[in-house]
T-cell receptor, first 113, second 114 residues
Framework: NAGVTQTPKFQVLKTGQSMTLQCAQDMNHEYMSWYRQDPGMGLRLIHYSVGAGITDQGEVPNGYNVSRSTTEDFPLRLLSAAPSQTSVYFC????????????FGPGTRLTVT | EDQVTQSPEALRLQEGESSSLNCSYTVSGLRGLFWYRQDPGKGPEFLFTLYSAGEEKEKERLKATLTKKESFLHITAPKPEDSATYLCAVQPLKGGTSYGKLTFGQGTILTVHP
C-alpha cells in the first residue's frame, strides 16, 4: 500500500493564481481531511469529508474548496491564491468517521508570492 | 473552544537523559487524546491514543499518560533517533461528523545529542 500520497511536493504561485493540491489514499478510508501547518500555530483543519459526496468545513476554510467524488481522492482547490496561504499542507485519512488514528501524507509546501 | 498547549517548545537532551513532554488541554468533552511524531519535511506519524484519565500506553522508549487536564509523553533513555517534533491533539466527544476534528498543539521540538 502506498498509504496517503500528495502532489505536488513543492509549488510556487503568484497572488491570484489558482491551483489544486492532490491527495489520494489506497486504504479504503472513508474519512479524509486537509490541514495546514504554520510555524508556531500547529496543524489547523481546513476541510474534511466522511465519505464520497460529503464534505464539511473545518477551522480555517476560507479561500479553499474541496469535493469528494470517489473514496480514494480528496483534492484541495485554491481559487485565488494569497500570500496568507503560504504554508505546508497535509492530507490525512482515517477509518470510519475519523475517530481512529489519522494517517498523514508527506505534505505539499506552497509559497504564494 | 478546544485548546491544546504543549511545553516546552523545545527540549534538548543528552543521549540517555530521560525527560517528559507536557500537553495541557481544554475540551468540552474528550473522546481521545492523540500523540504524533513528526520528522522534518514529513507528515505526522501516529504514536498513541489515550481515552480516559489514568490510562497509560508504551512504545519502546516512549510512555504516554493522561489526566483530566493534561497528558505527558515520557521519554526514557532517549537516543538521537528519537529527535523529532512531538505533536499532541484532542478529539471532541461530540458525535457524528465531529469525530475527526482534531485540535493540535504547536508541538515540542526534541533534540537528543549523542
Amino acid at each position: 500500500n502506498a498509504g496517503v500520497t500528495q502532489t505536488p511536493k513543492f509549488q510556487v504561485l503568484k497572488t491570484g493564481q489558482s491551483m489544486t493540491l492532490q491527495c489520494a489514499q489506497d486504504m479504503n478510508h472513508e474519512y479524509m481531511s486537509w490541514y495546514r501547518q504554520d510555524p508556531g500555530m500547529g496543524l489547523r483543519l481546513i476541510h474534511y469529508s466522511v465519505g464520497a459526496g460529503i464534505t464539511d468545513q473545518g477551522e480555517v476554510p476560507n479561500g479553499y474548496n474541496v469535493s469528494r467524488s470517489t473514496t480514494e481522492d480528496f483534492p484541495l482547490r485554491l481559487l485565488s491564491a494569497a500570500p496568507s496561504q503560504t504554508s505546508v499542507y497535509f492530507c490525512a485519512s482515517s477509518y470510519g468517521t475519523g475517530q481512529d488514528e489519522q494517517y498523514f501524507g508527506p505534505g505539499t509546501r506552497l509559497t504564494v508570492t | 473552544e478546544d485548546q491544546v498547549t504543549q511545553s516546552p517548545e523545545a527540549l534538548r537532551l543528552q543521549e540517555g537523559e530521560s525527560s517528559s513532554l507536557n500537553c495541557s488541554y481544554t475540551v468540552s468533552g474528550l473522546r481521545g487524546l492523540f500523540w504524533y511524531r513528526q520528522d522534518p519535511g514529513k507528515g505526522p506519524e501516529f504514536l498513541f491514543t489515550l481515552y480516559s484519565a489514568g490510562e497509560e500506553k508504551e512504545k519502546e522508549r516512549l510512555k504516554a499518560t493522561l489526566t483530566k487536564k493534561e497528558s505527558f509523553l515520557h521519554i526514557t533513555a532517549p537516543k538521537p533517533e528519537d529527535s523529532a517534533t512531538y505533536l499532541c491533539a484532542v478529539q471532541p466527544l461530540k458525535g457524528g461528523t465531529s469525530y475527526g476534528k482534531l485540535t493540535f498543539g504547536q508541538g515540542t521540538i526534541l533534540t537528543v545529542h549523542p
